[in-house]
């Protein structure tokens, strides 16, 4: 399987794919099964870590009132499940959930305590310390966003990325639905409600629906999506 280096914001989506797809070479010592859709894969398992070789899996988390984040959307040719059993912090609140039907190929965890197996795969530890600094830059840009970015900002961002991605058409397919979007924001719908409403308002987009996004003035979402703290950090 040949699978393209990806890592991108994709449908305000951090998406991640192909980024450890030497680790193929070593799949005789995975335990390969197929998953359906909408399948929970345990997160922290504390034998295994997993090797994507069909389909995408999210990775979200829970806030303490119940409401996702989708963090990341995993592709094919993508290690997950690795992190937990590298770093050791007791509060783990993260989920996986298959979003169609994937192959994953399972490994033991103790490969990565194998010393032996690593002077004989040299390259695929220089492949794990890469992704695993893909992974982190991905996390750290999470929580830059809503801890330091207004909701608007954050909204606006997302709506010129979608328009970014759909080759600029003025309408187009986002392929998610307002509650989709704040959940994977992380914000209320109701804030995000107000948001585009503004946006309406300013007769910067029109209809937002699942299968029908307006974007009518990409200038002035752009400037929006900006945001002044941006004009600052270029300076």
């Not at 690795?82 to 989920?95: A, G, K, P, R, Y």
């Not at 220089?126 to 830059?137: D, E, Q, R, Y």
């Amino acid at each position: 399987m040949s699978t393209e280096k990806i890592f991108r914001q994709e449908k305000a989506f951090f998406s991640i794919e192909g980024i450890n797809s030497s680790w193929e070479a070593v799949l005789e010592k995975a335990v390969q099964s197929t998953l359906p859709k909408d399948h929970e894969i345990e997160a922290n398992h504390p034998d295994y870590f997993f090797f994507l070789l069909k389909g995408a899996v999210k990775l979200s988390c829970l806030s303490e009132n119940g409401q996702e984040r989708v963090v990341m959307r995993i592709g094919p040719g993508t290690l997950f499940n690795e992190v937990s059993h590298i770093h050791t912090s007791l509060f783990q609140s993260h989920s996986l959930h298959t979003l169609e039907e994937c192959v994953v190929a399972r490994f033991s965890k103790s490969i990565l305590e194998d010393k032996e197996f690593f002077r004989q795969h040299p390259e695929l530890a220089c492949n794990l310390i890469h992704s695993l600094g893909i992974k982190a830059g991905a996390f750290f840009a999470q929580l830059f966003d809503s801890g330091l970015l207004e909701v608007s900002t954050r909204v606006s961002r997302s709506l010129y990325q979608l328009w970014q991605e759909n080759g600029e058409s003025e309408s187009f397919s986002p392929g998610l639905t307002q509650s989709e979007l704040a959940s994977t924001l992380g914000v209320h719908r109701s804030s995000l409600c107000r948001v585009i409403k503004a946006l309406r308002q300013q007769g910067i987009i029109g209809k937002f629906t699942k299968t029908t996004l307006e974007i009518l003035d990409p200038d002035k979402l752009s400037r929006e999506a900006g945001g002044l703290l941006f004009q600052h950090l270029s300076l």
